[in-house]
């Protein structure tokens, strides 16, 4: 199907979907005139749910907006991990499980409460004998074991700032966000395991840190001999060792300011350089524990299921700050999805009793390629409710996600939202709202959103235009680290005052809200933003390369697959193992999920007389359509060549 196709389709979805009797009747949300009273006071809703935490000191006012920067829960005090951590270990849930992970085949091991606070204040003795202070950066690079989250709430337990790096990210991406961030302190493991191999995380550390800031290393044994690491005398430490010498007495959780900043978590953005986007402590856990009762209808004897990597921002909300706030119980599994075989997160969340599963569209996508037989062989009675996050789901992996996997009984929240939202904008909440497959209907309450035209006017039913959020919300990015300028002109420089998420999307007859993906040059491949430009300037950066454009074309798993079209440079002769080292190259400079699934070398770029590439028709190419208008082309026989070139390709 075409692009056009597929979004006819899309948006002529008729099925919808009631909530059932049963499910709405447990619902924490059963009234709907929730709607209403946040959209007519915000701030009354906001600092009702700002009192589900535990406030040192209370606020004083809920929101100052002078656009584009808020400031929300003025004057409170208040501290992340104690609210994640220590608190619950004050109640019933002290014996409760707080992280149940699961390793790769063999290894498992359940965090209660305070088993977890234990560890978070181990942790933050560490971090303070190796002299990190409140309001330092450390950066963290880790596979998904125990140790990620723990370190990021001991950074919350003493007022530091985490950055995490996604363990798929290379040495070099890990570099720059190191020296972007100003981090003194490093927390790595030895190395990682995926689909029973060894990923070499200190090997690609060594290799970030040379000639940054960081002072020391610490190194968390995850693999053990078999990684064959060395340690760097001074500068590296194991985590084993600092855990073992730290005090066991209760870490003081530091008093933070509302405002403080938790962490950051850098992102893709229309530039080649990754934005450091900045939360703060207050706002973000109010909006991230609210949802976690509102969207995913958290209860005390859930068992939360997020298959996403505590790398991306849907980890910190939905495998950490969000279920653990709510005191929830959260699975964590450290692999991949087909291994050791296809059934795996059938098997896990069998094992645990999930009760909410949270997925990202192309993992259902992939499910349906393999088959519905890797469901079926496990019981998944447990099931009560499913999430998607990361892209616009389609109709069709939607229908088969709830006929397989929810077994026709399970509401499905489909959530909208961005790193930069810090959690779900729109969202059915599923005791409530009636779903159609490919929407992902309403704003939840207490979040204004509008879709608007070029000149920023409301668009009728029917229409499509820019997604907005019109006021301010309590989980909003509060800047860009060091670059005030850039969250300005990215997020507030089109419409006066109104935050510009990026994406494109329609509003239906009935006023449900149908994303359509990014209105820039931001690609999302199997949900991972990744840049044109960052892809290019790694292209650039190979001796080989004179020029490339690189553009998303739609793929049937991915959701969107990178095509790079490249010019050599004079007398390099183009070649299959050019091809291969030029992806290589990318993957080394970036990372794995940004490599080009093909490259396309050309004599020439299509270019504007005035010199701009057009990558309009190139996406046309990509997407082998029939390309229109190519009178402002320079020279249009480019075209015409690359197109030949893209059909001998498959
Ligand atoms: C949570 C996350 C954000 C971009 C966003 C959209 C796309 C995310 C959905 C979606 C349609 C969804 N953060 N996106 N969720 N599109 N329906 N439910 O993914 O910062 O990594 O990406 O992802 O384009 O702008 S993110």
Redo the contacts with the bound molecule.
């Keep these: 199907m075409s692009p056009k196709e597929q979004l006819d389709t899309l948006l002529h979805e008729s099925r919808t979907f009631s909530p059932a009797e049963s499910f709405r009747q447990q619902a924490n949300f059963q009234d709907e005139g929730i709607y209403e009273s946040a959209l007519q006071d915000p701030e009354a809703f906001w600092s009702a749910q700002a009192q589900e935490l535990t406030w040192f000191e209370d606020f004083e006012s809920v929101c100052n907006w002078e656009p584009p920067h808020a400031q929300w829960f003025i004057g409170g005090k208040l501290n992340a991990a104690y609210n994640c951590v220590d608190r619950h270990t004050l109640t019933h849930r002290k014996n409760k499980a707080a992280i149940i992970w699961e390793g790769e085949p063999g290894d498992s091991r359940v965090l209660t409460y305070d088993m977890l606070r234990r560890e978070v204040d181990k942790a933050a003795y560490a971090l303070r004998e190796l002299g990190v202070q409140k309001g330092d950066r450390v950066t963290i690079y880790l596979p998904m074991v125990p140790e990620l989250p723990i370190s990021m709430l001991a950074c919350a337990k003493i007022g530091a700032i985490h950055s995490v790096v996604f363990g798929g990210f290379s040495a070099q991406a890990l570099r720059d966000r190191i020296i972007d961030a100003d981090s003194k302190l490093l927390i790595t493991a030895d190395a990682g395991w995926r689909r029973g191999k060894i990923v070499p995380l200190k090997a690609n550390a060594d290799e970030a840190v040379v000639d940054t800031p960081i002072e020391k290393v610490i190194v968390v044994e995850r693999v053990g001999a078999e990684a064959g690491i060395t340690l760097h005398e001074g500068r590296d430490v194991r985590w084993q060792d600092l855990m073992a010498s730290a005090p066991t007495s209760p870490y003081p959780a530091e008093p933070m300011d509302s405002e403080d900043y938790l962490f950051l978590l850098y992102?893709s953005g229309t530039t080649g350089k990754p934005k450091g986007i900045v939360h703060s402590t207050a706002g973000y856990l109010t909006g991230v524990n609210t949802s976690m009762r509102t969207v995913f209808d958290l209860k005390d004897n859930d068992v939360f299921f997020c298959t996403a990597d505590i790398g991306?921002?849907?980890g910190h909300t939905y495998l950490v700050y969000g279920p653990l706030s709510a005191g929830g119980t959260v699975v964590m599994y450290e692999g991949s999805p087909d291994f050791p075989d296809r059934d795996r997160y059938w098997e896990i969340a069998e094992k645990y009793g999930a009760t909410i599963l949270y997925t990202a569209p192309t993992s259902i996508r992939m499910f349906m390629k393999w088959g519905s037989q890797y469901v079926e062989k496990h019981d998944l009675s447990s099931l009560r409710l499913l999430g998607?996050?990361?892209?616009?789901?389609n109709p069709e992996a939607w229908m088969w996600y709830h006929k397989y996997v929810g077994q026709e009984r399970c509401p499905i929240v489909?959530?909208?939202?961005?790193?930069?939202t810090g959690c779900a904008m729109i969202a059915p909440l599923p005791g409530l709202i009636t779903t159609k497959p490919g929407s992902?209907t309403r704003p939840v309450p207490g979040i204004a959103v509008d879709i608007v035209d070029e000149d920023g006017n409301s668009v009728p039913p029917g229409h499509g235009g820019y997604l907005v959020i019109t006021k301010p919300w309590p989980s909003m990015l509060r800047t860009v680290w060091g670059d005030d300028e850039r969250f300005r002109n990215t997020y507030f420089g089109k419409f006066e005052g109104i935050y510009l998420?990026?994406?494109g999307a329609h509003l239906d007859e009935d006023g449900y809200i149908w994303?359509l993906?990014?209105i820039d040059d931001v690609i999302?491949v199997s949900?991972?933003?990744i840049g044109t430009a960052e892809v290019e300037s790694a292209l650039v950066a190979h001796p080989a390369v004179a020029e490339a454009a690189v553009i998303g074309r739609s793929h049937e798993v991915k959701g969107q697959a990178i095509t790079a079209f490249v010019t050599l440079r004079e007398g390099i002769a183009s070649s299959d193992d050019l091809v291969t080292e030029l992806k290589q190259h990318v993957v080394e400079r970036i990372g794995a999920m940004a490599r080009p699934e093909e490259i396309l070398f050309t004599a020439e770029l299509p270019k504007t007389r005035s010199g701009k590439i057009m990558r309009r028709l190139l996406r046309d190419i990509g997407e082998g359509r029939v390309i229109g208008d190519t009178t402002t082309l320079a020279d249009p026989s480019v075209v015409e060549a690359l197109k030949a070139q893209y059909k001998d390709q498959d």
């Design positions: 992102t991306w921002i849907t998607t996050v990361g892209e616009p789901i489909d959530t909208w939202w961005q790193t930069e992902a998420p990026g994406d994303i993906g990014r999302n949900g991972h933003r």
